[in-house]
């Protein structure tokens, strides 16, 4: 469904992204992992058209992508969400869902029962005439997913949407990711939190100073020295395994 090929970028010297290609294959939820700052949000900007990459192709379903606009991208059934969520304020949750909708809905009045019907599942169904701004931030990063959601999309991108949220909250939006793609939208999740990598995740890559440095299931991923070593700093694998060992 997704297929990014040795796409590259630099940020006035900083190498964010260097020749990443990966495929996200249909129905699935797959994962983005990596440390701070190992070029996640750079390549789901590229992806879905924010920057244009220096090197490289994205196609989705079978179409070259690359370097179309994020509304071209969105009409074509890919959407990402936003790390940092800023609602319009002075507008209801409904209204902001609605923004979403337009994309496909021209009826002002269309858009805003089909925002309702996605609040729903998203668990925002009994907070749609408040004021988005006064939403917990757990509820603005469901609000987040729900106006992207609202555009209908085959392939939705989640930046961090579990950052920020206590494990209780947490637990709760595990399973709305899960009916998300078992009414068919394909998910990629940029995520820290591994308890729902763990969870949600079939496919997971992990990202380090703009490589792809392992692939594999969860499980598989975080055992691979390389990325304890991402993670942790040299030479920490081994410190791990000799402390293992000691303690057997
Ligand atoms: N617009 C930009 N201009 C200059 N440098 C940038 C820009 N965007 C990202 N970078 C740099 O590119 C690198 C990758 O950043 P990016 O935000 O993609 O990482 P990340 O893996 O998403 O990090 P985090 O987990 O902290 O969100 C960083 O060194 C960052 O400072």
Not at 114 to 134: M, N
Request: include cysteine.
């Amino acid at each position: 469904m997704l297929e990014v090929a040795g796409i590259s970028k630099n940020f006035g010297g900083v190498q964010a992204a260097r020749d990443v290609g990966f495929t996200v294959p249909q129905g699935v939820i797959a994962s983005l992992i990596g440390p701070n700052g190992a070029g996640k949000t750079t390549l789901f900007a590229m992806i879905t058209g924010f920057h244009r990459p220096d090197r490289g192709t994205v196609r989705f379903c079978g179409e070259d992508i690359t370097g179309l606009s994020p509304e071209a991208i969105a009409r074509r059934g890919m959407v990402r969400t936003f790390q940092l969520v800023q609602p319009f304020a002075g507008q209801t949750v409904r209204d902001n869902i609605a923004v979403g909708a337009h994309l496909h809905i021209a009826s002002r009045a269309d858009a805003l029962a089909y925002a309702g019907a996605v609040a729903r599942k998203v668990g925002l169904g009994d907070r749609l005439d408040i004021d988005a701004a006064a939403l917990t931030v757990a509820g603005r990063k469901r609000l987040e997913v729900a106006r992207a959601l609202a555009t209908r999309p085959k392939l939705i991108l989640l930046d961090e949407v579990m950052a920020g949220l206590n494990p209780s909250e947490i637990e709760a939006v595990i399973p709305i990711i899960r009916a998300i793609r078992d009414e068919g939208v394909t998910v990629l999740l940029i995520e820290h939190v591994m308890q729902a990598v763990m969870s949600l995740s079939e496919h997971t890559w992990v990202l380090n100073q703009g490589e792809i440095i392992a692939e594999g299931t969860a499980s598989k991923v975080v055992a691979d020295p390389r990325v304890i070593e991402a993670y942790l700093g040299k030479g920490m694998a081994e410190r791990m395994r000799a402390r293992e060992a000691a303690n057997a």
